[in-house]
């Protein structure tokens, strides 16, 4: 058994011990997190992929609300409980640092600056998960637990007035979303991020075409 078996299903022991309501955060985010920094490992062969395992399976361990006060703090949170967990277990001592650094600076909302190659993948990997299909069904579905509306009733796009991703889900691709290929740390991740956004806009165009305005 390989370090990468061997690990896996104890991270995901450690991430899925309490339950989250959380759809767009849930063990199948995690697998997929980690299935988008397998890619960009292929291109970064030098990376720690024990330190990235670990963190893509345990970034949420704390995760809040978007509108919750504290978010920007969660990431943090959720580093020093990754690494509290894990000096328990026989985890590499001399990889905590890098593996709580990778966490820490994985969000958005936090905006610290991974320093590692790790950590920047960790970060890319995390952000592709917002973009492309699963990136829209992730954005419907908390714009649905926030009380947001679909879209703003008769201009969708924001032609006329300024972004308000809070109240029209819509808004969400262009407010956030649209900006993070140019976040993405990693070549190989920028050119993904850029793909999924454009299908993201394509989506958009579609919508609007056939939304109906509430004249």
């Known amino acids: 058994m390989n370090i990468i078996s061997y690990w896996q299903p104890r991270l995901i022991s450690i991430a899925t011990a309490e339950t989250a309501d959380d759809g767009a955060h849930d063990l199948n985010h995690l697998h997929r997190v980690w299935q988008n920094a397998q890619k960009l490992l292929e291109n970064y062969p030098e990376a720690d992929s024990?330190?990235?395992?670990?963190a893509c399976y345990l970034h949420d361990l704390v995760n809040l609300p978007?509108?919750?006060?504290?978010?920007?703090?969660?990431?943090?949170q959720a580093a020093s409980l990754a690494g509290e967990r894990?000096?328990?277990?026989?985890?590499?001592?001399?990889?905590?640092?890098?593996?709580?650094?990778?966490i820490e600076t994985h969000s958005f909302s936090a905006a610290i600056m991974p320093e590692t190659l790790e950590a920047k993948i960790v970060q890319d990997a995390d952000r592709l998960d917002a973009l492309g299909a699963?990136?829209?069904?992730?954005?419907?579905?908390?714009?649905g637990r926030m009380g947001s509306a679909l879209a703003h009733p008769t201009d969708p796009l924001a032609l006329n007035r300024s972004m308000d991703d809070k109240n029209y889900a819509l808004d969400h691709i262009e407010a956030k979303l649209a900006k993070l290929p140019a976040t993405m740390q990693t070549v190989a991740g920028r050119k993904m991020g850029e793909a999924r956004l454009e299908w993201l806009r394509a989506f958009r165009d579609t919508f609007v075409a056939e939304w109906v305005p509430d004249v």
């Open 66 to 76: 978007k509108n919750h006060p504290q978010r920007h703090i969660a990431s943090r």
């Open 86 to 102: 894990l000096s328990r277990l026989d985890f590499p001592a001399d990889k905590l640092v890098a593996l709580t650094h990778a």
């Open 50 to 54: 024990l330190v990235v395992l670990a």
């Open 134 to 143: 699963i990136g829209l069904a992730r954005l419907y579905y908390t714009a």
